[in-house]
């Protein structure tokens, strides 16, 4: 579960970076089409991200347009998994 901590500092480091963004409060969606439940937004302006544990690395954000999959397979360099 995210902490306000964490929060806190993803937007720090966003801002840090220069990057332009919105926070958009909404209730929890796991799933695309959760997203497209919820929020308003167009299908193409949706992103998503998913967190791999890479062996020594840590974590790694991997960001995919909101339909978008990940192919694994080119993962495997990583011998990364899926953080659930």
Known sequence: MTTN???DSIVGKLQ?????FEI???SPVVTIED???????????M??????????IGLVAVVLPG???????KC???RCFAVE
């Open 5 to 7: 901590n964490d929060f």
């Open 16 to 20: 840090g970076l220069g990057v332009q």
């Open 24 to 26: 958009i409060e909404h």
């Open 35 to 45: 997203v497209i439940r919820v929020l308003d937004v167009p299908v193409e302006a």
């Open 47 to 56: 992103a998503k991200t998913i967190l791999f544990e890479v062996t020594g």
């Open 67 to 73: 339909l978008c999959r990940v192919d694994y397979s």
């Open 76 to 78: 495997s360099i990583w």
